[in-house]
């Protein structure tokens, strides 16, 4: 397993993470069958939004005395009120909630305490007028969570989140179709018509916003790294073509900021093949197929896709491109991790010798030859 650290926390996330939504109404065999394959393979985060007690009492048997091995992202805001998945903004109901997460899962602690479904204006205004971004904050001092986290569909919201400066992991929809999903769409009213949608370029609002968490420390998790499913079918993917779990968790992985991508599982084969990301080759993780169709829309800028390799000096290309769109974002505040990460390269952007052979295989017709003199520039 490879693990990335979270933000300013000293926690670090297995890359292939356990959604557990789908263990929701599950017998308790199948809880346990799940969540053993995953300690099992050395995965260390949960995303746990469900609200119903039986899940929660379920994976918390499962974790038993294994509790501590685990980050759990647990959810103030999700609420069960008349027997159905919903919502509050309503302060002594979110802690009523949060407190029967703990007691649920046997534990005193929850590692990150989710803002809970943070797409609407409304939300956010609600979670600052009636005390619940107050009331995380408490929770952090206490101790009784390490971090504070959001969840969104929505770039434009999730981003006022942010700036409040509280936020220290943001759970995020990634894929190829959603990033292509203007953010005046909400994402998941076009689940259903994804393949009706018009896709021009991958929307700069969200790009923005995962190169703002890279910027902040924020870290990213993943979640509906497979559109729901969809894109793994040609028949239902947008894209007439089915992309391999392989390459949409490699696609959410190569997104700046991303530490994990939570897969919803209910079985160990399921975990087993979620892990087998792992294994898999460049070939086998390599997305371009797919999103090759939209190159003239994003002429010029680098999707982290990695097709220019082998680079003869060895310069991991995406990676400088992606610290230098970092340190675009503001050239007077370039964030001391960016700057730190790229001088600890040992090979970087003032070592091309502008042979052009990346040039010639970027589909996206990058200059990374001006790429790299600007890191060099800019960076170290
Ligand atoms: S420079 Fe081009 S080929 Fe290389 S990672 Fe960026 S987009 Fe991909
Ligand atoms: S131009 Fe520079 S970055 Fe590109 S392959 Fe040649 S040496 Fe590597």
Partial sequence: ????????????????????????????????????????????????????????????????????????????????????????????????????????????YIDVGMLFFMDSDEAFEQ????????????????????????????????????????????????????????PEKDVLDTMEELEKQQYVTIDPLRNELYKYCEQQHIAITVMKTFGGGRLLSAEHSPFKKAMTPAQCIHYALTRPAVVSTMIGCQSAQQVEEAVSYLNATAEERDYMDIISDYQGALSGKCVYCNHCQPCPVNID??????????????????????????????????????????EDKCPFSVPVIKNMERAAELLR
């Fill in 127 to 182: 979670i600052q007028a009636n005390g619940i971004i107050d009331y995380a904050l408490e929770l952090k001092e206490k101790g009784i969570i390490r971090a504070i986290g959001t969840s969104s569909h929505n770039p434009r919201v999730a981003r006022k989140v942010l700036e409040t400066g509280v936020v220290d992991l943001m759970m995020f929809s990634i894929n190829p179709a959603f990033d292509m999903t203007p």
């Fill in 1 to 108: 397993m490879e693990y990335r650290k979270i933000g300013h926390t000293s926690i670090s996330a297995s890359i292939i993470g356990l959604g557990a939504e789908h263990l929701d109404g599950q017998p308790y065999s199948v809880v346990e069958e799940t969540v053993h394959a995953a300690l099992e393979q050395q995965i260390n985060i949960i995303d746990l939004f469900m609200p119903g007690e039986e899940v929660r009492q379920n994976i918390g048997k499962a974790l038993g005395n294994r509790r501590k091995d685990v980050i759990i992202q647990g959810h103030i805001g999700s609420v069960d009120l008349n027997e159905k998945y919903d919502m509050s903004r309503d302060l002594n109901i979110c802690k009523a909630y949060f407190e029967r997460l703990m007691k649920n899962l046997g534990t005193d």
């Fill in 317 to 358: 290309i995406a990676l400088v491109n992606k610290y230098l769109d970092i340190a675009l974002l503001d050239t007077d505040k370039i964030p001391p991790s960016i700057l730190q990460h790229y001088n600890s390269l040992s090979v970087s952007g003032s070592d091309c010798i502008a042979c052009g052979n990346c």
